[in-house]
């Protein structure tokens, strides 16, 4: 689960050209700007995350003398990627001193999310992809998600001559297709679905014949196809796609408990039939600099080239190390 408030430390300061009063302070790969002075070289802070849901409690000056919006009964804002004199800013920075009340004493690493009531905020889900519900996520396949590469800054500079595979990272909704035990059934990223062809995912599933596809490479095989579902109705079909398409970026092996390796899984996906994610590098050896990764992320879709593309995922091509780098040009042109 995604840690969207953690105690982290100030690692470097930054001055903002024409900026007397503000200046960046950078916790891991994270630059947030604030007031000058506020914090020093070595300090702890609560560091909360883009897409954290702040409740008005917490942090009421983010309304900005506004009504607060509400969020799962809770009233708050949604921290968003800004620009503020040409330097981005991501997330939101507390003075440890402020929620020694709330968490008690707090340790470098910690997460606190929960003390501090902060979620993720996740956008609503389209009727069409909520379907009729079987049961929870199966727990014997992993949920879709990378790490952000701003939280891996040293691991990414352990990683640097390692070579990975970049996909596109896509805007949609997550879709698991799995085979367990002889039985197939379709998933959002946290309901196992019943069958039912009103609903978006077992439509598509149902359109490609991908339980007769899995079933044809190994019908005793437990295993899930793991993508993104993109297309009208989802995420504002972003790619101006006519109709919805479901795009394969994982095959796990639920036996073995392991992923394919990406060169074995673009290949099974090839002689499946299905579509894979766009693949813009299948060996590229990594260069060192969170902000290198972050740079690599920019650009326009290839599924829609006036688009600008929500990221990169990185995946060790030997198996093993992934996570993702956002474009800040996206988030940036993201609607409020």
Not at 176 to 184: K, L, N, Q, V
């Amino acid at each position: 689960m995604r840690k969207m408030a953690t105690v982290r430390r100030i690692v470097e300061i930054k001055v903002i050209p024409n900026a007397d009063k503000i200046c960046a302070y950078r916790v891991d790969g994270w630059w947030v700007v604030d007031s000058v002075g506020k914090y020093s070289v070595d300090d702890l802070v609560v560091y909360l995350e883009t897409d954290s849901w702040v409740p008005s409690a917490l942090a009421p000056f983010l309304s900005k003398n506004q009504e607060p919006r509400v969020y799962e009964g809770v009233s708050g804002e949604r921290l968003r990627t800004v620009r503020l004199r040409k330097q981005i800013s991501q997330g939101l920075l507390l003075d440890r001193f402020t929620v020694l009340d709330k968490v008690g004493e707090i340790t470098e690493g910690q997460d606190v999310s929960e003390l501090l009531g902060i979620v993720k905020y996740e956008p609503p889900v389209n009727s069409q992809l909520a379907g009729m519900v079987k049961g929870l996520f199966p727990d014997k396949i992993p949920k879709t998600d990378q790490e952000r590469v701003q939280n891996l800054t040293e691991e990414i500079q352990a990683a640097v001559g390692m070579q990975f595979e970049l996909t596109e990272k896509l805007e949609g909704a997550s879709m698991t297709c799995y085979m367990i035990d002889g039985e197939f059934g379709v998933c959002t990223r946290n309901l196992d679905l019943k069958p039912d062809a009103n609903n978006t995912p077992w439509a598509v599933a149902q359109r490609d014949d991908v339980e007769g596809k899995m079933r044809a490479v190994d019908e005793h095989w437990s295993w899930a196809i793991q993508g993104e579902l993109i297309g009208p109705g989802i995420q504002g079909n972003i790619y101006k796609l006519q109709k919805p398409q479901f795009c394969v970026f994982d095959v796990y092996d639920i036996q073995t408990s392991e992923y394919l390796q990406p060169a074995a899984r673009r290949a099974l996906i090839e002689r499946m039939g299905l579509t894979h994610v766009p693949v813009i590098d299948e060996d590229l050896v990594l260069a060192p600099g969170v902000h290198t990764q972050l740079e690599t992320a920019e650009g326009k879709s290839q599924l829609n080239p006036l688009q600008e593309r929500e990221g990169i995922v990185f995946k060790s091509v030997k198996g093993g190390m992934t996570f993702k780098a956002i474009s800040n040009s996206y988030l940036l042109g993201e609607k409020s």
